[in-house]
């Protein structure tokens, strides 16, 4: 039995998240093995109405016990986005120490990418994003507010202990996949304090995996490379905030951003991992029943991975598959007019085996 937390969140959040607890049940359905406990927590940007904070001081408490957290998202409108952003996704991210941020991507049967690709599986990649400090420490600060002399600060904060653990994880992660190639995204020319011991670092680990070919990319000149020769790159490394930024050209260069997934990842184990579609809580299409929800379905696989349930994640991904392939099962960020419900269901009727 999984003790799985839902957090719903802000806008299309509370639509695509039931919609993957959906998919869950149903898989539960066919797999005897594969039993799930949901607990739902309301927090957002309505308990932020309610109680003026987004999720309550005890709430990491509430969730530690869990075997793993789907996420929907934290966006409104009315609440500045440092707020919904700190108060809650960071605050689950940084309490539980979830490291590493992951983000496979690549072009799903069916899903057209802006790229002109001679072969589709020229696009396939993970990117591996330090989400533990870097550029998002939260260290800083503003003086003499609104005066001419006003001062304000973010230090991009990067420590050895965090460095190297990125870069541990990251060089697994490429010795895991067919390519064993690994992409170092720097910035080490401009930034020559923190991103040279990040180098540093990243040259002393990539030692301990002898069998993995790696390369240091500008983080610039990565964007070019995704670009013009997306099929030279597989697992990428890069810091909080330059992950941040390569992560959404990825996820724009595979199709829509409704469809890409991640995880947060405490690769220790010592806390639940979260996982969550890398959209944000889009309120122009909210209630509409229009959310895609497939970047919350591939989120699920990867948890499915993560509790060791390797055979189910294969299964629900074919499924996925099966359902992009058909673009009149496409919602209308791909150009299609399928709603969530319908992509919903026919995932599920994916799932059976086929006569
Ligand atoms: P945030 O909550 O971070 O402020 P946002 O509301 O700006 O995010 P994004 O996730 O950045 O929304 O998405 C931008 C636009 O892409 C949305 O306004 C929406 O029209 C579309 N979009 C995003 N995710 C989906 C989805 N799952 N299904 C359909 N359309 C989507």
Same mark, same amino acid.
């Given at each position: 039995?999984?003790?799985?937390?839902?957090?719903? #969140? @802000?806008?299309?959040?509370?639509?695509?998240?039931?919609?993957?607890?959906?998919? =869950?049940? *149903? %898989?539960? !359905? $066919?797999?005897?093995?594969?039993?799930?406990?949901?607990?739902?927590?309301?927090?957002? #940007? @309505?308990?932020?109405?309610?109680?003026?904070?987004?999720?309550?001081?005890?709430? =990491?408490? *509430? %969730?530690? !016990? $869990?075997?793993?957290?789907?996420?929907?998202?934290?966006?409104?409108?009315?609440?500045?986005?440092?707020?919904?952003?700190?108060?809650?996704?960071?605050?689950?991210?940084?309490?539980?120490?979830?490291?590493?941020?992951?983000?496979?991507?690549?072009?799903?049967?069916?899903?057209?990418?802006?790229?002109?690709?001679?072969?589709?599986?020229?696009?396939?990649?993970?990117?591996?994003?330090?989400?533990?400090?870097?550029?998002?420490?939260?260290?800083?600060?503003?003086?003499?507010?609104?005066?001419?002399?006003?001062?304000?600060?973010?230090?991009?904060?990067?420590?050895?202990?965090?460095?190297?653990?990125?870069?541990?994880?990251?060089?697994?992660?490429?010795?895991?996949?067919?390519?064993?190639?690994?992409?170092?995204?720097?910035?080490?020319?401009?930034?020559?304090?923190?991103?040279?011991?990040?180098?540093?670092?990243?040259?002393?680990?990539?030692?301990?995996?002898?069998?993995?070919?790696?390369?240091?990319?500008?983080?610039?000149?990565?964007?070019?490379?995704?670009?013009?020769?997306?099929?030279?790159?597989?697992?990428?490394?890069?810091?909080?905030?330059?992950?941040?930024?390569?992560?959404?050209?990825?996820?724009?260069?595979?199709?829509?951003?409704?469809?890409?997934?991640?995880?947060?990842?405490?690769?220790?184990?010592?806390?639940?991992?979260?996982?969550?579609?890398?959209?944000?809580?889009?309120?122009?299409?909210?209630?509409?029943?229009?959310?895609?929800?497939?970047?919350?379905?591939?989120?699920?696989?990867?948890?499915?991975?993560?509790?060791?349930?390797?055979?189910?994640?294969?299964?629900?991904?074919?499924?996925?598959?099966?359902?992009?392939?058909?673009?009149?099962?496409?919602?209308?960020?791909?150009?299609?007019?399928?709603?969530?419900?319908?992509?919903?269901?026919?995932?599920?009727?994916?799932?059976?085996?086929?006569?």
């Amino acid at each position: 039995m999984y003790k799985i937390a839902l957090i719903p #969140g @802000d806008g299309i959040g509370k639509e695509v998240i039931p919609a993957g607890q959906q998919i =869950l049940q *149903a %898989l539960s !359905g $066919m797999e005897s093995h594969l039993d799930f406990e949901f607990s739902a927590f309301d927090w957002g #940007g @309505d308990y932020y109405r309610l109680h003026h904070k987004m999720m309550p001081d005890e709430g =990491l408490n *509430a %969730l530690k !016990g $869990m075997d793993a957290i789907l996420f929907g998202s934290a966006g409104d409108p009315d609440i500045p986005d440092h707020i919904t952003l700190w108060g809650l996704r960071l605050k689950i991210c940084q309490g539980f120490d979830q490291y590493a941020n992951v983000r496979p991507t690549r072009i799903l049967p069916g899903i057209e990418s802006p790229l002109k690709l001679k072969h589709q599986a020229d696009l396939d990649w993970v990117i591996i994003r330090e989400n533990s400090e870097g550029e998002y420490s939260g260290v800083g600060g503003r003086v003499h507010a609104g005066l001419p002399i006003e001062v304000a600060t973010d230090l991009s904060m990067m420590t050895r202990a965090g460095v190297e653990r990125i870069m541990r994880y990251a060089f697994k992660v490429a010795r895991s996949r067919a390519k064993k190639h690994l992409t170092i995204v720097t910035k080490s020319n401009a930034q020559r304090h923190a991103m040279v011991m990040w180098d540093e670092i990243g040259m002393q680990i990539s030692q301990e995996f002898p069998d993995v070919r790696w390369d240091k990319e500008l983080v610039d000149a990565a964007t070019a490379r995704m670009v013009n020769r997306p099929q030279t790159l597989d697992t990428m490394v890069a810091t909080n905030l330059h992950a941040d930024i390569l992560s959404d050209l990825a996820a724009a260069l595979a199709g829509s951003l409704g469809i890409a997934p991640t995880g947060n990842i405490d690769p220790e184990r010592r806390y639940p991992s979260m996982f969550e579609p890398i959209h944000g809580s889009a309120f122009d299409i909210m209630g509409k029943g229009w959310a895609n929800p497939i970047g919350t379905f591939w989120s699920c696989a990867m948890m499915l991975e993560h509790l060791n349930e390797q055979a189910s994640a294969k299964r629900l991904m074919q499924a996925i598959e099966r359902v992009t392939a058909q673009t009149r099962l496409h919602t209308r960020d791909l150009g299609g007019l399928a709603t969530t419900a319908q992509v919903t269901q026919a995932v599920i009727d994916a799932l059976q085996p086929s006569p």
